[in-house]
């Protein structure tokens, strides 16, 4: 397969990225390290999944066994994603109800990813953090409102799906808890916390920040997330063609078939660069992610400062 690539690339000059200067001097988690300790790396955004608040006790979703896509079966769901689908939700409510008591944000503390986070703001160097989760754990590890994306919403507020009244958290907190399904007090419509359903707009706010924080990225770092729902998951093509990426996560995400990726060479390319042989500037820190991140405060001469932060939860 790499032969037959190599051959077609250098006789159709598909995928060639010559007109790209390179920025990592060596497309390895060192190299990326290097680039950040040369002061050239000024605007890092960070996205993030499930997968860095595992080690906190909240399941992801997508890990066969332990996700909670294959732990739904008491809620005789059609599909396990029907739990966060807006339409089945209308006729439905009670099985997202019963897990948001369960998974009820505020009972869990950050994890070092959350703290590796953390310490990019610390040190000047977050220019966004985006998250998938709802979990609010980036603030309880202190990072301001305004460096956070909640892309997938958050709970802090509630609409009615009718007349759109707002509620507030203690409200439909107090409604979950005693569990009764919350009801518009004006119309009786249905009151849904303000996270995203499938099938549901991202807040204007992820387009707006998207659309004036990506041209700026000088280094993505993506964490936790199996990069399937989007439009979240295409943010990674939204960065500068030759700023570099560097994953965290327990496998091989957002990948590009790497024929796929030779071909889209041509056209600009989609997904990450991992496998393709054309790949100067993706990255890949493969395991676990709080692992990944305390190794690399290490490796960025931050060790010291990432253990007074870790020494926060502890406490
Ligand atoms: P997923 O469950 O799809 O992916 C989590 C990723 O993190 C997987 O690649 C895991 O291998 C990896 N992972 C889990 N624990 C890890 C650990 N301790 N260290 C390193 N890697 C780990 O979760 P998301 O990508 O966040 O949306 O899912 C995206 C969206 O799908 C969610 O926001 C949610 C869901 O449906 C909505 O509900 C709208
Ligand atoms: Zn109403």
Not at 149 to 176: D, M, P
Request: aromatic share 10%.
């Amino acid at each position: 397969m790499n032969m037959l690539q190599n051959f077609l690339m250098s006789k159709l000059h598909l995928g060639s990225q010559e007109e790209v200067p390179k920025v990592l001097e060596e497309v390895t988690v060192e190299g990326v390290v290097n680039y950040i300790k040369s002061g050239k790396c000024k605007n890092i955004i960070t996205m993030a999944g499930a997968g860095i608040s595992t080690s906190a006790g909240i399941p992801d979703f997508r890990t066969p066994g332990t996700g909670l896509y294959s732990n739904l079966e008491k809620y005789n769901l059609p599909f396990p994603e029907a739990i966060f689908d807006i339409e089945y939700f209308r006729n439905n409510p009670k099985p997202f109800f019963v897990l948001a008591k369960e998974l009820y944000p505020g009972t869990f503390a950050p994890t070092p990813s959350h703290w590796f986070i953390r310490l990019l703001h610390d040190k000047g160097l977050l220019l966004r953090h985006y998250t998938q989760n709802i979990d609010t754990l980036e603030h309880v590890a202190g990072l301001p409102a305004d460096k956070v994306v909640e892309a997938h919403g958050t709970f802090r507020t509630s609409h009615c799906l009718n007349c759109r009244k707002e509620y507030s958290q203690e409200w439909v907190k107090e409604e979950i808890f005693k569990d009764s399904i919350p009801t518009c007090t004006e119309c009786s419509g249905l009151v849904k916390p303000d996270i995203i359903f499938f099938r549901e707009s991202l807040p204007v706010r992820f387009f707006q920040l998207m659309q004036s924080d990506f041209p700026k990225c000088d280094l993505l770092i993506i964490l936790g997330t199996s990069l399937t729902v989007q439009p979240f998951a295409s943010l990674v093509d939204n960065v500068p063609a030759m700023c570099p990426r560097l994953l965290i996560n327990r496998e091989k995400a957002g990948t590009v078939d790497p024929m796929m990726a030779m071909l889209q060479g041509m056209f600009g390319s989609a997904g990450l660069a991992l496998d393709s042989p054309n790949n100067i500037r993706d990255v890949a820190l493969l395991g676990d992610c709080d692992e990944g991140c305390v190794k690399m405060a290490e490796f960025l001469g931050w060790k010291d400062d990432m253990q007074a932060l870790l020494a926060t939860t502890k406490k």
